[in-house]
């Protein structure tokens, strides 16, 4: 099946700082989500992508769907403590809605 | 008002044993998920119900069978209990009109010793 290639797989930043990862796939993807995962909770919609080229933002977040519909990217802006987490990548295998997951990003922010 | 709630959240048993999960969504969702997360926080999708039909069954063994009363409830009862089936296991809900964005409940912590 699809498989998503998450990078890099873990950060530690300064509070203040950005934040970018990206998600890579060997197959098109026709959407593309982003989720955030808190400790000890489920994972939690970021920001979802339906075209290519589409850029999109949620507050201090902004997501992109690559040109070539097999990659993905995530920027965080002026990290906050509260953005500790582990960021994931997803995407529906075959076009169904059987998500496919990347392996996710851990995110540590040092006040 | 918590939209999918998982029961219990934490779940400690011995091998062998017998044992359920049960989820539910006041979302008014068609479809529901069950999917695992193993040490290492990979997600993959176990099970997927649309209206209490079976529409996902990956490569899961069959001493997991899901249960949906109604389109409101997914129950995932685990039979012979193994060491391999520690993990944390996740419900979700999606409706029919928008299947790819999926809420998730806030997990089972499932412990086998």
């Known amino acids: 099946g699809q498989q998503l290639n998450q990078s890099p797989q873990s950060m530690f930043i300064q509070e203040g700082e950005d934040v970018s990862m990206n998600c890579t796939s060997s197959s098109i993807f026709n959407t593309w989500l982003w989720y955030k995962q808190d400790p000890g909770e489920g994972p939690v919609l970021l920001i979802a992508l339906y075209k290519a080229g589409e850029l999109t933002s949620n507050g201090r977040l902004t997501a992109q769907f690559g040109i070539t519909r097999k990659d993905s990217f995530l920027n965080i802006s002026a990290s906050i403590p509260s953005d500790v987490g582990i960021y994931f990548c997803?995407?529906?295998?075959?076009?169904?809605?059987?998500?496919?997951f990347g392996k996710g990003m851990k995110l540590t922010v040092n006040p | 008002d918590t939209a999918v709630s998982q029961t219990p959240k934490y779940l400690v048993t011995q091998m062998g044993n017998d044992k359920s999960i049960k989820c539910e969504q006041n979302?008014?969702?068609?479809?529901m998920y069950w999917y695992k997360q193993d040490s290492k926080k990979f997600l993959k999708i176990m099970f997927s119900y649309n209206n209490k039909e079976l529409i996902i069954n990956e490569t899961v063994p069959n001493r997991f069978s899901p249960k949906s009363p109604d389109k409101a409830h997914l129950n995932l009862h685990i039979n012979s209990l193994e060491l391999g089936d520690s993990a944390v296991y996740f419900c979700?809900?999606?409706?029919?009109?928008?299947?790819?964005?999926?809420?998730f409940g806030a997990g089972t912590r499932l412990s086998v010793l």
């Open positions: 979700a809900s999606s409706q029919g009109y928008a299947k790819n964005i999926q809420y």
């Open positions: 997803a995407g529906p295998q075959g076009g169904s809605e059987k998500l496919v």
């Open positions: 979302l008014g969702h068609d479809t």
